[in-house]
């Protein structure tokens, strides 16, 4: 869920790490069914609290995601590190938290530079 594999962090190639078993099992055989995603939401609502769950809504499916972290930006701008089910957040289809469906949620994946 860190996304140690797509980071660049971790190298295949060589040494020892703590839980390098369960990095390399999760980089060479299977895909991760949840990451660490950016996720962005245009206007602040109560359910937007560090470690709250977060009920989403995707084209009439309940999505279950957790906030590890969150910061207020501009005007009542909120950005969220979020770990979701990497099959919405790679989906078309918008996210609507289902408290308050008018906060516009955006998904953006975490840039490793």
């Known amino acids: ?5 797509l980071s660049g962090v971790v190298n295949f190639q060589k040494g020892c790490y703590t ?3 369960v ?3 999760m980089h060479y055989r299977a895909e991760a069914k949840k990451r660490l995603f950016l996720l962005l939401a245009d206007s602040s609502s109560d359910a937007l609290n560090d470690g ?6 995707q084209q009439d ?3 279950t ?9 501009p005007g009542n701008s909120v950005a969220m590190l ?5 099959a919405c957040a790679n989906s078309e289809e918008s996210l609507l938290l289902e408290q308050d469906p008018k ?5 953006s994946e975490l840039n490793y530079t």
């Open 23 to 25: 990095v390399a099992r």
């Open 82 to 86: 979020v770990i979701l089910p990497t």
């Open 65 to 73: 995601a957790q906030i590890v972290d969150r910061s207020c930006g």
């Open 19 to 21: 839980g390098q078993e």
């Open 52 to 57: 709250a769950d977060l009920a989403l809504v």
């Open 1 to 5: 869920m860190l996304n140690y594999d």
């Open 103 to 107: 906060v516009g949620l955006t998904v």
């Open 61 to 63: 499916q309940q999505i």
